[in-house]
Every structure is written in C-alpha cells, then in structure tokens.
C-alpha cells in the first residue's frame, strides 16, 4: 500500500463534503477505539444527557403580578388598580400602591397576569410576573 503524505491527505479531507467527514470521523473512531471529542467539552455533554434524562420542567402557568414602584403617576396606578381588581375601593387601591412593592394579583393565569402587567405599566408603575 503507497504511503500517502500529509499534504495528500490534507487535499483529500478539504475536498470532502460535511457528511462525508463525519463518516470519516465515526470510521477513524470505531478503527482506532478513541473519540473525536475534545476533553474540555466531555462534561458539559454529560452533564446536558443527564438534564435531558431529568423530566422536563414545566411551564410557568399560575403568576402573581407584584406592584414594585407606583412610579410618578401615582393616581393613574391606583385607577389601573382598581380596573384589574374591580373589587378594592379607593381606599384599598391607594393603600395598595402606597405599601409597594405588593401583590397585585395572585395566582393569575398568564394571560390575566400579562395584562394587568400591561395596564400598570402604562399607568407608570413598575410590575414583576413572579
């Protein structure tokens, strides 16, 4: 068998197509019993098998939108209050906005929680989904 040189083998592995050098790579593996994975990226692929083996996490579907700052508008945020919880009386809303950061809503679905996050913000306050 010819000897082939470096710069023939370099011409030859240039000229190969992406599927045809990883069936290279898989050959020379399976012939030579080593892997062409470098080491440095060998626990970060264990570790991403191991969280794909792990159950999936499931989505976020019960929110609690959080009045975190009453911003500068302070009486728009108590009207925005007061359409998200029709319930509350003046009163209550004011008291709500004063004692900031508070729960605005509780255990909300995620459409009622984005929109209520919506309104308050565009009253001015600042809102956290948690």
């Known amino acids: 068998m010819a000897k082939l040189s470096q710069d023939e083998i370099l011409k030859a ?16 593996e399976e012939k030579f019993g080593v892997s062409a994975m470098p080491l440095a990226t060998a626990p970060a692929t264990v570790s991403s098998e191991a969280q794909a083996l792990e159950e999936p996490k499931e989505e976020q579907t019960v929110f609690n939108v959080v009045l975190a700052n009453t911003g500068s508008n302070k009486i728009a945020v108590i009207k925005a209050i007061r359409e998200i919880v029709p319930t509350l009386g003046l009163k209550e809303a004011k008291d709500m906005a004063d004692q900031a950061p508070k729960n605005v809503l509780e255990q909300a679905n995620k459409a009622a929680a984005e929109e209520a996050k919506k309104k308050l913000e565009t009253a001015g306050a600042t809102v956290e989904l948690k």
């Open 13 to 28: 592995v240039s000229e190969m197509t992406v599927l045809e050098l990883a069936d290279l790579v898989k050959a020379l």
